[in-house]
């Protein structure tokens, strides 16, 4: 029925119409066909939430909830939980007027400095895989369409736009084409989005053999295939190279370029209609074709709470000497630049404003009240952060944040065409809080008004980067005058930065002015500010230790700084920002009990690991991150969080370390051998290995029942008891590993095939069984162009971490 309408539509459409819908319209509309009531689709940016802060496209505005991010939710290893996600968040697409999520991300977490690691899911495809079809089905179940990303081989942020990843056929099988294969066939994202790179010369918006040969014909793929944004590179061979939608609009390529191209004969209309009957299909899945109604509820207390349970089962126990739980504690050091500014997620496209953020202070606070002190002990930013909504006070309105008006005009002056309470000076065209297009003109002005209270006596330092002409004024003083004639960058931003002296708990009148100046590459203006003392004054450390004397227990958050990890660039090194380190030596000389932990999307090193009694790896856990937490510490939820990725001990130990970031040619060197692949093979010391996370609760495995003998192709079932042999309820994620013991081809010495999370009582067991299909057991051969399984011995071999093996048994495969 789906199939003859849309048929039906196609045939009545014209050359120039078909053309018309294979490209957007704008930032994330598509065209609209109106002689036919053919509607725009709406996109949205994701995953881990519906992105609210893109107004300028005629888009609903407003905060949505932040649920936790990529490698979060996988560090949660349940399928069914992330569904439930992904529905919530499709409830939340339809409340802001979105037909499309862009998510979930479920490239290979290659190497630990990968901007965007943050967003992935995990450095196995079989667990990247499970999470995605968990996510993309709850999403697709509220008639929302998933756009499954980045296919393929976005691993890296380097180079991002023009970058060439060298992959041989084997590892592209075996390591980073899985997962999305895994999904296709499973969970039928309705949309697929190609990267900016190359994979082995060609851009991925223009891969023949990716998109058409593998993607369409080997695996059925049936939706749409979107271009990343401003990613595609030619006329007709990125249409005849399996690209359906060209993102943004308008049209640069797809346009009235592609229909000379139909008349010219350099591509058959016949692939035109491919591509608009797949568009057409999108819109008939969305509901749009029949203008359907779009009721959907945004930051509900539902979701609230899902949030929570999400952030709260993502949370790894990474070590646990006796101190927690924490129990009937009289006092309580709450310590680090991450304890009070929780970070919910990284910088870049995935970013979601959220209505609120509860910190590890604030959690602990609202739950054990004047037992709590907080000292900061040290900054982590590396350039100044993004200014605090906490620390602005609006002219009028609600705040925090600042009144921001919008004007016609060059000069701020005549009535605002548009005014609101902005939380903070984040602006760029299309971005977080620009107003609609349509009430502002080419050249416009904006003027922000408040106060700004300084978080402490002394130094501060203000960093402005703008394009156009800014100037930021206190108590009507101008201290930055960033006009065109400062130095330009390439995109034409200014930047410049200044130190003030100011006093605690005063209040400054604050105003900041903005002109937008035609021609430039987007308007845009963002305000970083931070209390930044000389370290030799700097006696917060100090403080600190003190506190942490004075207290029975010491909670020290510790992580990386705002926007440390983002889209279009790679982290520097994998270690925690400025003083932290030196921070947790001296706490933890000072207070025995010390809990370190860590707000960070991927690993870091910890070179007071062996001096803390316990480690807490939060991740990104979203805007109820803070009280997820304290469940976890204060032992209300037990922890069952698993690692999705190695933590390696050093940056120079890790697969891809030789090869990573690589320039314009980026050669995967390791093969197939990446993250716990890599370390088995090499026998290699790790600080945490894949799937690891303690719990306060033990669990003992028995039973395991292995066929003596099967036939190449034949089912396999596994099954084993597991058993809670402790005094608390808890969940533990049983994972399957197996092993060829003898093949013709270099094999990874185990590799993760199939898990299960289950929740068991005190003295409670449950019986678990596995089914293992052929390609549980089978390499790429890419000669041969098909999975192999050859006959002879494997091991399987069950545990709570690739490096905690509980039982093993073997079969031989005939």
């Known amino acids: 029925m789906l199939d003859e309408r849309v048929d039906a539509l196609l045939g009545q459409l014209t050359l120039t119409e078909k053309v018309a819908l294979l490209s957007g319209k704008s930032m994330y509309h598509t065209v609209p066909i109106e002689r036919l009531g053919i509607p725009s689709a709406v996109l949205s940016d994701g995953p881990h939430g519906v992105r609210g802060n893109d107004g300028c496209d005629g888009r609903i505005t407003g905060p949505t909830t932040c649920f936790p991010t990529g490698s979060a939710l996988a560090a949660t290893w349940n399928p069914a939980l992330i569904e439930r996600v992904g529905a919530a968040l499709g409830e939340e697409a339809h409340g802001m007027g979105c037909d499309v999520v862009l998510g979930p ?128 590179h030619a006329i007709f061979e990125s249409v005849q190279g399996g690209l359906d939608l060209e993102m943004p609009g308008p049209a640069k390529y797809l346009g009235s370029f592609l229909a000379d191209a139909v008349r010219n004969w350099q591509i058959e209309e016949a692939v035109i209609d491919r591509a608009a009957r797949r568009i057409l299909r999108l819109l008939a899945l969305t509901g749009r074709l029949d203008d359907a109604p779009r009721g959907g509820s945004v930051n509900t207390p539902a979701h609230q709470a899902l949030a929570r349970e ?172 960033n006009t065109r004639s400062g130095a330009i960058d390439f995109v034409r931003h200014i930047n410049a930065t200044v130190d003030v002296e100011l006093d605690a708990r005063r209040e400054y009148a604050f105003r900041l002015e903005f002109t937008n100046a035609p021609g430039d590459r987007g308007p845009a203006a963002w305000l970083h500010f931070a209390y930044a003392p000389d370290e030799a004054h700097d006696s917060r450390i100090a403080d600190a230790v003190e506190l942490a004397r004075a207290c029975e227990v010491a909670v020290v958050v510790v992580g990386l700084p705002d926007q440390f990890e983002r889209e279009s660039g790679d982290r520097p090194h994998m270690d925690l920002t400025g003083r932290q380190n030196a921070l947790v030596e001296a706490v933890a000389a000072a207070n025995p009990n010390t809990v370190v932990v860590v707000n960070a999307g991927s690993p870091v090193t910890m070179p007071w690991l062996d001096r803390v009694p316990a480690v807490v790896l939060a991740l990104y856990p979203g805007q109820e991150g803070g009280r997820a937490l304290v469940d976890i510490l204060l ?180």
Request: hydrophobic share 35%.
């Open 105 to 232: 991300c479920i490239n290979i977490v290659r190497h630990p400095l990968g901007g965007r690691n943050f967003e992935s899911y995990s450095e196995d495809p079989y667990l990247a895989g499970r999470i995605a079809v968990g996510w993309i089905r709850g999403l697709q179940s509220q008639g929302v369409g998933a756009s499954l990303k980045h296919y393929a081989c976005n691993n890296q942020e380097t180079e991002r736009m023009r970058g060439d990843s060298i992959v041989d056929e084997r590892t592209l099988r075996e390591i980073y084409l899985p997962a999305f294969e895994m999904a296709v066939k499973e969970a039928d994202p309705w949309t697929i989005i190609g990267p900016y790179n190359r994979v082995n010369g060609v851009y991925c918006s223009q891969h023949d053999y990716l998109l058409n040969r593998v993607l369409r014909e080997e695996w059925g793929f049936k939706g749409a295939v979107i271009s990343d944004w401003s990613g595609t």
């Open 310 to 481: 999400a952030a709260a089962e993502a949370i790894v126990l990474l070590k646990n000497d006796g101190v927690l739980p924490l129990q009937n504690v009289s006092s309580l050091a709450v310590i680090g630049p991450n304890a009070a500014t929780f970070l919910t997620g990284g910088g870049g496209s995935s970013f979601v404003e959220p209505p609120y953020r509860i910190s590890p202070l604030q959690g602990l606070q609202e739950r054990l009240g004047e037992q709590v002190r907080f000292a900061q002990g040290c900054d982590n930013f590396v350039k100044p952060p993004l200014i605090n909504p906490e620390y602005l006070c609006p002219a009028q309105g609600e705040g925090p944040g600042l009144w921001a008006e919008y004007f016609a005009g060059a000069d701020c002056t005549g009535t605002p065409v548009m005014a609101r309470v902005e939380p903070t000076i984040n602006f760029w065209s299309g971005g977080l809080t620009c107003a609609p297009d349509e009430l502002l003109g080419e050249t416009f002005s904006v003027r922000w008004r408040g106060t700004l209270t300084a978080p402490g006596a002394g130094r501060h330092v203000v960093n402005l980067i703008n394009t156009g002409d800014c100037r930021l004024y206190l108590d009507d003083r101008l201290i930055l005058d």
């Open 635 to 814: 032992g209300d939820i037990n922890p069952s969080g698993k690692l999705p990725v190695t933590f390696p001990r050093r940056l120079q130990d890790t697969p891809a370390y030789i090869n990573f970031p690589g320039t314009r040619e980026v050669r995967y060197g390791e093969g197939i051998f990446v993250g716990y692949r890599y370390y088995d093979m090499r026998e290699m010391d790790v600080l945490f290995p894949f799937g690891h996370g303690l719990s306060y609760t033990q669990f003992r495995y028995s039973d395991l029942d292995v066929p003596a003998r099967a036939k190449i192709g034949e089912p396999v079932t596994v099954t084993l008891t597991v058993a809670n042999t402790g005094s608390r309820p808890g969940k533990e994620t049983v994972q399957l590993y197996v092993t060829d013991l003898k093949s013709s081809e270099q094999r990874p010495p185990k590799e993760l095939k199939a898990f299960a999370k289950i929740n068991l009582l005190p003295c409670e067991n449950q019986q678990i069984a596995f089914t293992l299909d052929r390609r549980a057991f089978a390499f790429y051969d890419p000669y041969a162009k098909d999975w192999v399984v050859e006959p002879g011995e494997f091991e399987i071999l069950v545990g709570s971490s690739s490096r905690d093996i509980r039982a093993r048994a073997k079969l031989m495969i005939s």
